[in-house]
């Protein structure tokens, strides 16, 4: 009875290839988000999504790319794989009650820790 | 813009001291503070939270109040555990910036290690 999980847990794979990594959530919530956290532990948004509207941390490479096939779901995919992606990557959810009222707390998952070699 | 600064670890202390982890922000709007912990090898757990000024979180021993005056929502407890060892995140949530969603901002962490 997981809330969010992610797969897969560990992933170890080569310079430029294409990798995906997908997360789940089973609390109905329509809010999914993907963050980043390097090996200092600090921890930076990637993206936040509904079905609504997508926000791109604009810092953030267009190799990465969310996926949503439905509220439940949000898939992180990553092209050309870039030793700097090396980091933990962890996924989301929560619900949104409108503008102004997104307040409402965040279920984290597992994480996925990607080793780029 | 909005940010979080939280005191640099690690922090270490011996089972039964008080804890205090100092957490400060700036915000254009008016924030949600939370509180997450991630134990070794996990991810992040909510600890507590407050949502509006002099709020006060707490959970598990742990506290914290919401402090606009100060802009700050230092965590406390008054007697740690060993198993209390883990990084503390301090994090807002300002739905006027970032879109609707309401996007966390977390401080760098704060690492806390509790000798027997």
């Known amino acids: 009875d997981t809330a969010v999980s992610q797969t897969p847990k560990y992933l170890v794979t080569q310079m430029g290839n294409d990798k995906s990594i997908k997360c789940e959530q089973n609390?109905?919530?329509?809010?999914m988000y993907w963050y980043k956290q390097d090996s200092k532990k600090f921890l930076k948004i990637m993206f936040s999504y509904n079905n609504k509207e997508l926000i791109i941390n604009e810092t953030v490479p267009n190799r990465f790319s969310p996926k949503s096939p439905d509220k439940a779901h949000l898939n992180l995919h990553i092209n050309s794989l870039e030793l700097g992606d090396s980091a933990v990557y962890f996924c989301?959810?929560?619900?949104?009650?409108?503008?102004?009222?997104?307040?409402?707390?965040?279920?984290f998952g597992p994480g996925t820790r990607l080793l780029v070699l | 813009g909005n940010s979080v600064t939280q005191m640099e670890g690690p922090v270490t202390l011996s089972e039964e001291a008080f804890l205090t982890i100092n957490c400060t922000y700036t915000?254009?709007?008016?924030?949600?503070l939370f509180w997450y912990v991630q134990y070794p090898g996990e991810g992040l757990q909510l600890l507590l939270k407050?949502?509006?000024?002099?709020d006060k979180g707490s959970n598990k021993g742990f506290e914290a109040t919401y402090r606009k005056e100060t802009t700050s929502f230092h965590l406390e407890k008054g007697s740690v555990q060993v198993s209390d060892s883990a990084v503390y995140f301090c994090a807002l949530s300002d739905p006027l910036s970032g879109g609707s969603q309401g996007n966390l901002i977390f401080g760098k962490g704060t690492k806390l290690s509790v000798k027997p």
């Open positions: 407050a949502t509006k000024a002099d």
């Open positions: 989301a959810s929560s619900q949104d009650y409108g503008f102004g009222r997104s307040r409402e707390t965040q279920y």
């Open positions: 915000a254009t709007g008016y924030p949600s």
């Open positions: 609390l109905g919530h329509d809010t």
